[in-house]
Nanobody, 119 residues
Framework: QVQLAESGGGLVQPGGSLKLSCTAS????????MGWYRQAPGKEREVVAS???????NYADSVKGRFTISRDNAENTVYLQMNSLKPEDTAVYYC?????????????WGKGTLVTVSS
């Protein structure tokens, strides 16, 4: 099993920055890919970014150039640095991880952290 705990959400003004963190624990966490999804009110959950254990990254087109995903393998932690935030980035952000040694995510989920972009 893998447990994921997110932190770092909050209220930020448009154009501002915020950094999310997610730490994984559990016996099932070994070289798992990790990532972030988000779900805005009234919308479906969508992928934001993902990163493999080796550091290969993928981003949704809507966040390319503004968001950066990174990870600290020694700490089992993934980060999402969000810059130039827009009101449409408002959502609950969920951390996700895949199975051990897989490049895919989506098998384990955190409870989510709310990001609100508003003036």
């Amino acid at each position: 099993q893998v447990q994921l705990a997110e932190s770092g959400g909050g209220l930020v003004q448009p154009g501002g920055s915020l950094k999310l963190s997610c730490t994984a624990s559990g016996t099932g966490f070994r070289a798992n890919a990790m990532g972030w999804y988000r779900q805005a009110p009234g919308k479906e959950r969508e992928v934001v970014a993902s990163i493999t254990y080796g550091g290969s990254t993928n981003y949704a087109d809507s966040v390319k150039g503004r968001f950066t995903i990174s990870r600290d393998n020694a700490e089992n932690t993934v980060y999402l640095q969000m810059n130039s935030l827009k009101p449409e980035d408002t959502a609950v952000y969920y951390c996700t991880a895949g199975r051990p040694y897989s490049a895919r995510v989506g098998n384990y989920w955190g409870k989510g952290t709310l990001v609100t972009v508003s003036s």
